[in-house]
T-cell receptor
Framework: DQQVKQNSPSLSVQEGRISILNCDYT??????FLWYKKYPAEGPTFLIS?????DKNEDGRFTVFLNKSAKHLSLHIVPSQPGDSAVYFC??????????FGSGTKLNVKP | NAGVTQTPKFQVLKTGQSMTLQCAQD?????MYWYRQDPGMGLRLIYY???????DKGEVPNGYNVSRLNKREFSLRLESAAPSQTSVYFC?????????????FGNGTRLTVT
């Protein structure tokens, strides 16, 4: 049973608009959450993370929001650019050992 | 700065054959991981090694063995390959510490078992 779920397999957004990617988790022990970006034929690359003691973390155009009561994580990309087109994975961990990943959301940013 | 290096990049095996996937990192990281990626399933943890000399099972360990050869290297072995092990395999490493310690991934090994 997947502990981290991304229910939207794909998302299409116009260039310049906001992209919102969502992630839900079931294990209340998770205390570290991450987003990764993956291009075809490459390994996932780290984008942004948040610990469970925070509810928001920003890095440039990327912001991650954590709602612990809802067990929900989201990634906002503003403004979206064509180069952001990729598969995005959310991940969660506890005790900083095992990292569990969602199934990914393919983002397409249209010029 | 190579980061995490995986070999080979591609491999085709016949059912029942064995092989070892190699992974090495040059970032002096303590922890290393093996994941497999399948369509619609995301990345699933096979085995990990929290530090040199230790290994633990992940979500899908059956059919695999691992060896943490030293701090730099972590190998994944398929003793008798099955078509269900057709997948893309990613190795990752992680440094010690609680802050800003994400996983760093290699570029993967694409394995096909016929």
């Amino acid at each position: 049973d997947q502990q981290v779920k991304q229910n939207s397999p794909s998302l299409s957004v116009q260039e310049g608009r906001i992209s919102i990617l969502n992630c839900d988790y079931t294990n209340s022990m998770f205390d570290y959450f991450l987003w990764y970006k993956k291009y075809p034929a490459e390994g996932p690359t780290f984008l942004i993370s948040i610990s469970s003691i925070k509810d928001k973390n920003e890095d440039g155009r990327f912001t991650v929001f954590l709602n612990k009561s809802a067990k929900h994580l989201s990634l906002h990309i503003v403004p979206s650019q064509p180069g952001d087109s990729a598969v995005y994975f959310c991940a969660a961990a506890y005790n900083f050992n095992k990292f569990y990943f969602g199934s990914g959301t393919k983002l397409n940013v249209k010029p | 700065n190579a980061g995490v290096t995986q070999t080979p990049k591609f491999q085709v095996l016949k059912t029942g054959q064995s092989m070892t996937l190699q992974c090495a990192q040059d970032m002096n990281h303590n922890s290393m991981y093996w994941y497999r990626q399948d369509p619609g399933m995301g990345l699933r943890l096979i085995y990990y090694s929290a530090s040199e000399g230790t290994t633990d099972k992940g979500e899908v360990p059956n059919g695999y063995n691992v060896s943490r050869l030293n701090k730099r290297e972590f190998s994944l072995r398929l003793e008798s390959a099955a078509p269900s092990q057709t997948s893309v395999y990613f190795c990752a490493s992680r440094g010690r510490g609680r802050k800003n310690s994400p996983l760093h991934f290699g570029n993967g090994t694409r394995l096909t078992v016929t």
